[in-house]
Nanobody, 125 residues
Framework: VQLQASGGGLVQPGGSLRLSCAAS????????IGWFRQAPGKEREKVSC????????HYADSVKGRFTVSIDYADNTGYLQMNSLKPEDTAVYYC???????????????????WGQGTQVTVSS
């Protein structure tokens, strides 16, 4: 299984970005994609997650109402639409996947099996 994250960049406060996470080598239709971020000097935190088998998604309180997670089932690509970006959203963003998920997406990073490389998001004027 390989994950390829992309879509990061520099954006002004209030702007938007869409991150992509292309998954290949999946052996099941039941999986979850999680998005995590790590800012300099801070611990990695969970941003959002979604599973293919359960309705709904989960969001950290800090991004609720601004970020939307989704999966394109045609090509197993996960997306994180980020709107109303704030300087405190600046971080390296990672996507990860866990296979054989038949319920809601895992909330903890240690539960995810495969990780993509990070993509830098910088929110600054």
């Amino acid at each position: 299984v390989q994950l390829q994250a992309s879509g990061g960049g520099l954006v002004q406060p209030g702007g938007s970005l869409r991150l992509s996470c292309a998954a290949s080598g999946l052996t099941t239709d039941y999986f979850a994609i999680g998005w995590f971020r790590q800012a300099p000097g801070k611990e990695r935190e969970k941003v959002s997650c979604i599973s293919t088998s359960a309705r709904g998604a989960h969001y950290a309180d800090s991004v609720k109402g601004r970020f939307t997670v989704s999966i394109d089932y045609a090509d197993n690509t996960g997306y994180l639409q980020m709107n109303s970006l704030k300087p405190e959203d600046t971080a390296v963003y990672y996507c990860a996947t866990k296979l054989h998920v038949e319920g809601t997406c895992p909330r903890s990073d240690y539960e995810y099996e495969y990780w993509g490389q990070g993509t830098q998001v910088t929110v600054s004027s």
